[in-house]
């Protein structure tokens, strides 16, 4: 079995504030507004490419944010991880067991969560709920992230938790809950034999770096270890999930 573990948001699909041509379809709607979309051109050579790997989606959403989405007739897929790889969902259903042991891998994150939580409680620039999404990392929301980030790696243990900014949007991750170690226990669970990665963000380099076969955007080319097993995309020139099915569909 060969696996496609591919990121979503500006991997394969695209907020409506970013533009992706005219020939585009709604993936995504939230409070009756269409948020997401993907190109025909991808939406036509993932079905394609379903047909020959296992498509994984592999985010960072939780798993209620990852259920808004839809790719007409081919969703849901087998599989998916959620919660940044801490949460397998199986036939549409949360696979009990694999969250459990995600809950008690990220067990010694406790005390630097209640820590950052109240670090980020007292932050002036924080300016939404700070969340524990899925139990297994939080979440807020800052009008100067590069100062809220600055101020919880001063104060938390970083060997313990990762802290990533995305835009305006903070997340403070426990070291263990990566894509990279979800990617590698589900190779192991399903027993498959080549994993092809794609992704956009901080958030996927373990993924990519674990995968035989990876696709990432121009930005992170000098993040990622082995560039002679990448697809280096210039997402300025191509539309990014365009390039990576319409490769897998011709190679694999």
């Given at each position: 079995m060969n696996i496609f573990n591919c990121d979503l948001d500006n991997t394969l699909i695209y907020s409506y504030k970013k533009n992706i041509g005219e020939y585009k379809k709604c993936v995504e709607v939230y409070n009756k507004k269409?948020?997401?979309?993907?190109?025909?051109?991808?939406?036509?050579?993932?079905?394609?490419?379903?047909?020959?790997?296992?498509?994984?989606?592999?985010?960072?959403?939780?798993?209620?944010?990852?259920?808004?989405?839809?790719?007409?007739?081919?969703?849901?897929?087998?599989?998916?991880?959620?919660?940044?790889?801490?949460?397998?969902?199986?036939?549409?259903?949360?696979?009990?067991?694999?969250?459990?042991?995600s809950l008690n891998m990220i067990k010694p994150c406790m005390d630097t969560f209640k820590h950052a939580y109240n670090i980020l409680k007292y932050d002036k620039n924080v300016c939404f709920e700070i969340r524990l999404v899925d139990g297994l990392f939080l979440f807020t929301k800052s009008k100067n992230a590069e100062e809220t980030i600055k101020n919880l790696k001063k104060h938390i243990d970083l060997n313990i938790a990762d802290v990533f900014e995305n835009g305006v949007k903070i997340y403070v991750m426990p070291k263990q809950l990566n894509k990279g170690n979800a990617v590698k226990r589900l190779k192991i669970k399903l027993n498959a034999k080549y994993i092809i990665a794609a992704g956009d963000s901080e958030f996927d380099i373990s993924m990519l770096n674990f995968s035989d076969f990876m696709f990432l955007p121009k930005h992170l080319k000098n993040k990622v270890e082995n560039k002679n097993k990448a697809v280096i995309v210039d997402d300025k020139l191509n539309l990014f999930s365009d390039v990576i099915l319409e490769t897998i569909s011709r190679q694999f």
């Open positions: 269409q948020i997401s979309f993907m190109s025909i051109k991808s939406l036509k050579l993932l079905k394609k490419v379903i047909n020959n790997v296992c498509f994984v989606p592999t985010t960072t959403r939780s798993v209620k944010q990852y259920k808004r989405i839809y790719f007409e007739s081919i969703l849901p897929p087998k599989y998916a991880l959620a919660a940044n790889g801490g949460i397998l969902i199986k036939n549409n259903k949360i696979d009990e067991k694999w969250y459990k042991d």
